[in-house]
C-alpha cells in the first residue's frame, strides 16, 4: 500500500491528482470548523465539552460530518443528504419502471439518475437542515447543557430561513468537492469525503477512552482498544476481500471466417454482498423511536418504554433488535440489488453458461441457492462487527467513544481498500510490469 503510494508520487500525471484531492480535502476541512450565522459559538462549544459520548441520537450524522453535525458549521450535515438520496435512489430504481429504463440505457441514464440525486439531496438538505435547527433551539441536541443556555439566540424566523440555507449551500458544496474529487482526482470522491469524516474523528475519541479509564491513568483501557482495533480491522480486510467466484464458460462461435467466444471467465459474489447498507439500515430505523420519543411531552409509558430499552445501545432490546433488522436488511439489500434472472438471462444471450448447470431458469436457481448460502455469513458479520462497541468493550467503559465499530471501521477500511485498487490500476496503465522486467 505505502509503495503503491510512493510511486504514485512518481508519477507526475498521478501526483497531480493526488495533490488535488488533498487541497480539496483540506477545503473541507476547514468547512467543518467554520460556525453558521446565528449560533452561539460558545454556548455550543461549553456544550461539547459538557457532553462525554456522541453515541446518542445524532452519533451517527454527527459521525459522517466529521463532527461539525454538533458544533453546527456550515458542512454541519456533511455527506449524509447525499448518502441517504442515493440510498433512494437506488431502491427506487426496483419498484418505478422509468428510473430502471434509465439505468440500462448506460451513460446518458446514469447522468440523468445523478441528476435527480442532486435534486434530492438539496430537498433532503433543507428538510435536515430545519429538522437541525428546531432540535438546537429545544436543547435536545446535547445530552448535557447548562439549563438556560441558548444555542440559538434569534428565534426569528429570518434567522431561521439563513440557517437553513447556510446548512443546504454548505451540502451543495460537499457534494460539488466531491464530484471534483471524482472527476479531475483520484476517484470516489464521496466515499473519500466519508472516509476523511469518519477518520478526523479517530484522535479525539481515542483520547476520550483514554481520559475515561481508570486503569493505570486510562493507558490500559486504550492499548486493550488499539489492539482489538487491529484485530477487526484484519478480520474485515479478510471478509471484504472474500468472494464466491462462479466459473463461467463461453461457447465458441463462428462468424465469417473468424471465431469468437470460447474464453472462461467467473462471477465474483462478495461474502459481504450488500456492504455497509444493512448497518446504516438498522441504525436509522431505530433512531426513528428514539427520535419521536425524545419530542413526545409528558411521561407516558410507551415514551418510558422506549427510551429505557430503545433509546439506549446497551439495553437487551436495543441489541437484540439492532441485530435481526441488520441480517434482515442484508438479506433485503442483496435481493434487490442482484437480480440472479438478469444475470441468467444475459448469460444465456452470450452464449455463456455454468459448468454443470443448464442455461436459464436452472442457472437463475443456482446463482440464488449460492447467493442465500453466502448471505448468511456475511450478514452474521455485519451484526457483530456492529455490536463490537456494546458487547465487547462495555465492561471498560470505552463502547461510547470505540472508534474501531461498527459503520466506521467497515467504511474505513472498504473506501482504503478501494482507493488502493484505482491507484494501482492507474499505475500499471502508465508503467506496466509483466513477467519479464
Not at 449560533?39 to 459538557?50: A, E, F, K, N, R
Not at 439563513?162 to 451543495?172: F, I, K, L, N, R
Not at 434472472?341 to 443456482?366: C, H, L, Q, S, W
Request: glycine share 10%.
Amino acid at each position: 500500500m505505502l509503495t503503491a503510494f510512493a510511486r504514485a508520487f512518481k508519477t507526475p500525471d498521478l501526483r497531480k491528482k493526488l495533490l488535488f484531492s488533498l487541497g480539496i480535502i483540506v477545503i473541507y476541512r476547514i468547512g467543518t470548523h467554520i460556525p453558521i450565522p446565528g449560533v452561539d459559538y460558545t454556548v455550543v462549544q461549553y456544550c461539547i465539552d459538557q457532553t462525554k459520548s456522541n453515541s446518542g441520537l445524532f452519533g451517527l450524522v454527527n459521525m459522517f460530518s466529521g463532527g461539525a453535525l454538533l458544533q453546527i458549521t456550515i458542512f454541519a450535515l456533511g455527506i449524509m443528504p447525499y448518502i441517504t438520496a442515493s440510498i433512494i435512489l437506488q431502491l427506487l430504481t426496483v419498484v418505478i419502471p422509468r428510473l430502471e429504463a434509465l439505468k440500462k440505457e448506460g451513460q446518458a441514464g446514469t447522468s440523468k439518475i445523478t441528476q435527480y440525486t442532486r435534486y434530492l439531496t438539496v430537498a433532503l438538505a433543507i428538510l435536515q437542515g430545519t429538522g437541525l435547527v428546531a432540535t438546537a433551539r429545544s436543547g435536545a441536541l446535547f445530552s448535557s447543557c447548562p439549563q438556560g443556555s441558548q444555542i440559538v439566540p434569534d428565534q426569528s424566523i429570518f434567522a431561521t430561513i439563513v440557517m437553513v440555507v447556510t446548512m443546504t449551500a454548505g451540502t451543495a458544496v460537499v457534494m460539488w468537492l466531491g464530484e471534483l474529487i471524482t472527476d479531475r482526482g483520484i476517484g470516489n470522491g464521496m466515499s473519500i469525503l466519508m472516509f476523511i469524516s469518519i477518520a478526523a474523528t479517530f484522535p479525539s475519541s481515542l483520547w476520550a477512552i483514554k481520559e475515561q479509564g481508570d486503569l493505570a491513568d486510562g493507558w490500559i483501557e486504550f492499548a486493550v482498544v488499539i489492539a482489538v482495533g487491529l484485530v477487526m480491522v484484519a478480520l474485515v480486510v479478510f471478509v471484504e476481500q472474500a468472494q464466491r467466484r462462479i466459473p463461467v464458460q463461453y461457447a465458441k462461435r463462428m462468424i465469417g471466417r473468424r471465431s469468437y467466444g470460447g474464453t472462461s471467465t467467473y462471477i465474483p459474489l462478495k461474502v459481504n454482498q450488500a456492504g455497509i447498507i444493512p448497518v446504516i439500515f438498522a441504525s436509522s430505523l431505530l433512531y426513528i423511536p428514539a427520535l419521536v420519543a425524545q419530542f413526545a411531552g409528558g411521561t407516558s409509558g410507551w415514551k418510558t418504554w422506549i427510551e429505557k430499552n430503545l433509546a439506549q445501545p446497551d439495553a437487551p432490546a436495543h441489541i437484540t433488535l439492532y441485530f435481526f433488522l441488520i441480517i434482515f436488511f442484508a438479506f433485503f439489500y442483496v435481493a434487490i440489488s442482484f437480480n440472479p434472472e438478469e444475470v441468467a438471462d444475459n448469460m444465456k444471450k452470450y452464449g455463456g453458461f455454468i459448468p454443470g448447470i443448464r442455461a436459464g431458469r436452472p442457472t437463475a436457481e443456482y446463482l440464488s441457492f449460492v447467493l442465500n448460502r453466502i448471505t448468511w455469513p456475511g450478514s452474521l458479520y455485519l451484526a457483530l462487527i456492529a455490536l463490537v462497541p456494546t458487547m465487547a468493550l462495555a465492561p471498560l467503559g470505552a463502547n461510547q467513544n470505540f472508534v474501531f465499530g461498527g459503520t466506521s471501521i467497515l467504511i474505513i477500511v472498504g473506501v482504503g481498500l478501494e482507493t488502493v485498487k484505482q491507484i494501482e490500476s492507474q499505475l500499471q496503465q502508465r508503467n506496466y510490469e509483466g513477467f519479464l522486467r
